[in-house]
């Protein structure tokens, strides 16, 4: 993972709006418009550590904080959950690296608590495949992106 820039690393090509909040930074591959839209033409996620969550049925994956989590199961599994999302747009890989008759259904949808995708019941994963999902805060729920 890159190391956060210090703020006495800052050139003369990066600059922050004080007026607006909004900020131009890494000679242009980092800007925000002051209103909490950031845009970065290269993001980088953090995986989970080297431990794979074996699921059972009715888990909810831990993602703490990570972008990418990797799963597994020992068996097909169902009522999978997945925990609420903690900003607008924030985007999940799960990566389940168990076999093609190990799947996981997730659980029905249930907007802002702990429960499956939007899609609910019919989101399916099976291995080794991986699902890339994006949290609506309007409405409370992961998508998953087809």
């Not at 972008?67 to 990566?95: D, E, S, Y």
């Not at 076999?99 to 429960?115: D, W």
Request: proline share 3%; with cysteine; charged share 10%.
């Amino acid at each position: 993972m890159t190391a956060v820039p210090a703020a006495s690393r800052l050139t003369s090509t990066d600059f922050i709006n004080v007026d607006t909040g909004g900020q131009f930074l890494d000679n242009g591959l980092e800007w925000s418009d002051g209103q909490g839209n950031k845009t970065v033409q290269t993001i980088q996620t953090n995986q989970a550590t080297a431990v794979v969550q074996t699921l059972a049925n009715g888990n909810t994956i831990a993602i703490a904080g990570f972008g990418v989590v990797r799963v597994t199961a020992a068996g097909a599994v169902t009522g999978i959950q997945l925990p609420v999302g903690t900003r607008p747009g924030q985007h999940l890989v799960v990566i389940h690296e168990g076999a093609a008759a190990n799947t996981l259904t997730f659980a029905a949808a249930n907007a802002n608590n702990t429960g499956g995708p939007a899609d609910g019941v019919s989101c399916v994963i099976t291995g080794p495949s991986c699902r890339l999902f994006i949290w609506n805060s309007v409405t409370g729920l992961w998508y998953r992106a087809a």
